[in-house]
């Protein structure tokens, strides 16, 4: 039930229709019994200054920020956390008695799925496919895994060598080595975790993958595949691994726990994953 007290959550984006956040959060209020409701709030980016000083005008407690605000949003923060800092990105806005703090649940909800295997990660390699905004939560995620080498590979060497230089210096990229595309048969065969951060095999060409099935034949055994992609489920880069016995995580699990680290921030108590979880698996069906 909204009544006066209600606390008011939500994500900015534009367009933000398609966002499944509003779906996830409002399963995991209803579920903890708490009296908030988190909305859709689309900020078109000519207005978005306007929307913050508004935030702050009806007291809205945090929010989620999506594309196209993820960086825009930080002329408005007060402070960031060093991991949305070294990120470049922010995607939790939360109240402080100084103005709003922003931060980035994205890298825990990377690694949330992969905290179980943390032991058997530990001083081994990633594979990171692409070199885009999701690739810097991957690489700050694989890096606080304690994994000892970061391989990205990315098929522009300019942008490429730019996501490399972005790192100099920062605690959160070390073991980073970056490669052309053209060399990733080569580097296969030491990933202990394979992460797709490109979009192929989304559903516009589900029968797309990042590697040809002779790839796999040298992928060691026991490594993870991971892709970022939720739709479809799984993705062909998934039912290829899978089919070679390797474990498989997809981008439902990154999207679920990026926003129950950012519940918990807003509510100060743990967030029902497993609803959240069924709320938007049910949503995607
Ligand atoms: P992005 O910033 O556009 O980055 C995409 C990266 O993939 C870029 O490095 C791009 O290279 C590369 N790429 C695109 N097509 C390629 C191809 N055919 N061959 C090789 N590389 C290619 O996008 P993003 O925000 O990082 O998102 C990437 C994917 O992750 C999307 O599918 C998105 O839905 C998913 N994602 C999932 C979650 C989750 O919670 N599960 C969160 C964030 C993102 P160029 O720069 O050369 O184009």
């Known amino acids: 039930m909204i009544d006066g007290k209600t606390g008011l959550l ?20 209803a579920h903890l019994n708490v009296n908030y409701v988190y909305l859709p709030l689309p900020v078109h980016p000519d207005a978005l200054g306007a929307a913050i000083a508004g935030f702050g005008a009806i007291e809205l407690e945090g929010f989620n920020v999506t594309i196209p605000h993820k960086q825009a949003i930080l002329p ?4 960031v956390s060093d991991l949305a800092r070294a990120v470049g990105a922010v995607n939790t806005v939360y109240r402080t008695d100084q103005g709003w703090m922003g ?38 995620g694989c890096s606080q895994l304690g994994l000892s080498k970061i391989q990205v590979v990315g098929r522009d060497p300019q942008k490429l060598e730019q996501f490399q230089n972005s790192w100099a210096g920062s605690s959160l990229a070390q073991g980073l080595e970056v490669y052309p595309w053209e060399q990733l048969p080569d580097l296969l065969h030491q990933a202990q975790l394979i992460v797709n951060t490109t979009p192929i095999g989304m559903h516009t060409d589900a029968t797309a993958s990042p590697l040809s099935v002779e790839d796999w034949d040298v992928v060691p055994e026991g490594a993870i595949a991971y892709d970022l992609i939720y739709v479809p489920r799984p993705t062909r880069f998934l039912q290829e691994a899978a089919a070679r016995g390797l474990n498989t995580i997809d981008g439902t699990e990154m999207l679920v726990n990026q926003g129950a680290a950012a519940l918990e921030l807003w509510l100060g108590q743990a967030a029902p994953v497993n609803v959240m979880r069924q709320a938007l698996l049910s949503a995607l069906a």
């Open 103 to 140: 931060t980035n649940t994205d890298v825990e909800g990377f690694l949330a799925p992969l905290r179980s295997q943390a032991s058997a990660l530990a001083g081994g390699t990633a594979l990171v496919l692409g070199n885009g905004g999701a690739a810097r939560a991957v690489v700050a």
């Open 10 to 29: 939500g994500v900015i984006g534009y367009p933000v229709k398609h966002s499944l956040s509003p779906t996830m959060h409002n399963a995991a209020i």
């Open 76 to 79: 408005y923060l007060v402070d």
